[in-house]
């Protein structure tokens, strides 16, 4: 059974910084497609970043490029969101995602079938 549990959320002032971690059971993450969404109250889910399992490419989304870096720690089987110069705009629940062993990466949160439970993120002005 394949569990994703995030941890690291939290409420942080604006320009501040926060580390997710995501561990993975069941599952391993050096081998899957994974990714990070978010859902801000009475909004959609949406991409965040992603990392491919073939080549460890990643691909972020416009409004956190540069300020977002996603990696891999194959040896903790955990996948890592590091968070700079957040913004209120930031503020949802922030969960991570895996798609089958061997699976491709893509940003549609439907390709993914593991999800974990979600940590909020609450950015002050």
């Known amino acids: 059974q394949v569990q994703l549990v995030e941890s690291g959320g939290g409420l942080v002032q604006a320009g501040g910084s926060l580390r997710l971690s995501c561990a993975g059971s069941?599952?391993?993450?050096?081998?899957?497609?994974m990714g990070w969404f978010r859902q801000a109250p009475g909004k959609e889910r949406e991409f965040v970043a992603t990392i491919s399992w073939r080549s460890d490419s990643t691909n972020y989304a416009d409004s956190v490029k540069g300020r977002f870096t996603i990696s891999r720690d194959n040896a903790k089987n955990t996948m890592n969101l590091l968070m700079n110069s957040l913004k209120p705009e930031d503020t949802a629940v922030y969960s991570c995602?895996?798609?089958?062993?061997?699976?491709?990466?893509?940003?549609?949160?439907?390709?993914?079938?593991?999800w974990g439970q979600g940590t909020q993120v609450t950015v002050s002005s």
């Open positions: 995602a895996a798609r089958p062993t061997g699976f491709g990466v893509t940003t549609r949160v439907v390709d993914y079938i593991y």
């Open positions: 069941g599952l391993t993450v050096s081998r899957a497609a």
